[in-house]
């Protein structure tokens, strides 16, 4: 890209992101400097801030906005940039968080280095968001929103065991789940056509859970969702399509299929006497609750990837 001059980029940080990771920061920021450019970082101390300070992001000052956290604090930024014209800054992310779905999807490299050289060099992407609408205010997402197994996971880890067993928080969860399963079914609706699910995935990328696949036809800068359906019910089931994923062999499991559409809707078909609301994940957050319409908005943001 070219970047007018002065060239500044406003860093947004969730200082509980990626404690472990921390001096990737401090390195990122210090090769970017090196490269002339100023960096004003920025620390969130609350939820909705991330959101705010990208709304709000003078694009005269930036010429890059970029984020350094998780999917869910990069899912604020996203809601916030969806709100503004097309002059709003490229985004650019130092991924931080435990999955960094997103990161993958980018094709970005986790070195110091070569973060830094796609926020001064990476190569703009047009990138299409979702929008998820349920119970409460509407949701933006740039990869996925989902509800069944993966969603009372996404809802039963804590900020708190996150941050204290990283990725082991979400197996330990898994196992739970597992144990307590019900044969809940879900209503998928896709552009008029229904169909069942024991769980579903709406995604809008390819990657799911870190580097793994669930949808191998997803392109971000395509205005089209994916809908991963698990149409086969058991607690079996669940880790059949478990082990497939982490193996790369989920898109051709039996009983996995996926189809694409512009309009969504999902509801809750059979509860199987489970007690409680059904969660809905939104990028990795515990977001909604069903029944949710999940669409894709008609205007994109710019993200950066390698160049």
């Known amino acids: 890209m070219t970047f007018p001059s002065p ?37 969130t101390a609350a939820v909705g801030d991330a959101c705010r300070l990208a709304r709000s992001c003078d694009s005269t000052r930036y010429a890059v906005i970029a984020v350094a956290g998780g999917d869910g604090t990069i899912n604020e930024v996203v809601n916030g940039l969806s709100q503004r014209s097309e002059d709003a800054p490229p985004l650019a992310i130092v991924p931080l968080g435990t999955a960094n779905v997103l990161a993958h999807e980018l094709g970005l490299d986790f ?42 996971v996404v809802a039963g880890v804590s900020a708190r065991l996150k941050r204290r067993l990283g990725k082991a928080a979400y197996v330990w969860r898994s196992l739970i789940e597992t144990r307590r399963y019900r044969p809940v079914r879900y209503a998928v609706e896709v552009d008029g056509v229904r169909h069942e699910a024991a769980s579903v995935i709406v995604t809008r990328g390819r990657h799911y859970a870190g580097p793994y696949v669930v949808a191998p036809k ?47 809707r999902l509801s809750v078909l059979s509860d199987a006497g489970e007690a409680g609301r059904q969660p809905v994940q939104v990028d990795g957050d515990d977001a909604l609750t069903l029944p949710v319409s999940i669409g894709v908005l008609p205007s994109t943001i710019r993200m950066l990837r390698p160049a």
């Open 111 to 152: 070195s110091a280095a070569s973060l830094a050289d796609t926020i001064v060099l990476g190569q703009a992407v047009q990138v299409y968001p979702g929008l998820a609408s349920g119970d409460g205010d509407p949701r933006c997402f740039s990869l996925m929103a989902g509800a069944g197994f993966d969603a009372k």
């Open 218 to 264: 997803a392109m971000l800068g395509e205005p089209l969702l994916h809908v991963c359906l698990f149409e086969r019910w058991g607690r079996s089931h669940t880790l059949r399509f478990g082990l497939a994923l982490l193996m790369g062999r989920l898109p051709t499991a039996a009983g996995y299929r996926v189809v694409t559409g512009r309009a969504v």
């Open 7 to 43: 060239k500044a980029v406003l860093l947004i940080r969730n200082p509980t992101a990626g404690r472990r990771r921390r001096g990737l920061v401090d390195a990122v920021v210090g090769r970017v400097r090196a490269a002339g450019w100023t960096v004003d970082l920025v620390d």
